[in-house]
T-cell receptor, first 109, second 115 residues
């Protein structure tokens, strides 16, 4: 079965870069996703990467995928207070998503 | 883009009553809807998958009679928590495939509190 793991907490100073790491176990995953959840809200898709890609950059977000090690990371450049939230990585196999436990990112001034 | 509207956003009910949560796809047809439950500070747990016109598929350990799912049309899926108890208090989120690489669109969630 699928198993997605993430570190639970990250504290970062405003203006610095944040890096959130994720490992997954299912080598047949087609897509991997990063979602953001603010308190009391649903999930907002931040970015995704196809499993045959190594890197994807979208404005302040950079996703790195190491398929050999089954490791996914999300880097947020110039972290702002509005980036404080819970970030979930998820792997997709067929039509199902498996989520990590979420990383709570706290941005301090 | 594809949007799923979920209602209510928050509900408080008494033990023993039933609560219905609706998810509507606003500008696309959602033949499939995923229903998740999220405990505080925890991940999303897939409860069931509803398909328009057929019975829902429940994940292991999820009580079918407790969590009734109906997908009556291509734009509406509902989850009814029957005979609710305090342990059913949770955040429930629906999600529908968009058909694209971006995968899925999520409802805004329903915070259920059973008192």
């Amino acid at each position: 079965g699928e198993d997605v793991e993430q570190s639970l907490f990250l504290s970062v100073r405003e203006g610095d870069s944040s890096v959130i790491n994720c490992t997954y176990t299912d080598s047949s995953s087609t897509y991997l996703y990063w979602y953001k959840q603010e308190p009391g809200a649903g999930l907002q898709l931040l970015t995704y990467i196809f499993s045959n890609m190594d890197m994807k950059q979208d404005q302040r977000l950079t996703v790195l995928l190491n398929k050999k090690d089954k490791h996914l990371s999300l880097r947020i450049a110039d972290t702002q207070t509005g980036d404080s939230a819970i970030y979930f990585c998820a792997e997709r196999e067929d039509y199902k998503l498996s989520f990590g436990a979420g990383t709570t990112v706290t941005v301090r001034a | 883009g594809a949007v799923v509207s979920q209602h209510p956003s928050r509900v408080i009910c008494k033990s023993g009553t039933s609560v219905k949560i609706e998810c509507r796809s606003l500008d696309f047809q959602a033949t499939t809807m995923f229903w998740y439950r999220q405990f505080p500070k925890q991940s999303l747990m897939l409860m069931a998958t509803s398909n328009e016109g057929s019975k829902a598929t429940y994940e292991q350990g999820v009580e079918k009679d407790k969590f009734l799912i109906n997908h009556a049309s291509l734009t509406l899926s509902t989850l009814t928590v029957t005979s609710a108890h305090p342990e059913d208090s949770s955040f429930y989120i629906c999600s529908a495939p968009t058909g694209g690489a971006d995968g899925y669109t999520f409802g805004s969630g329903t915070r259920l509190t059973v008192v």
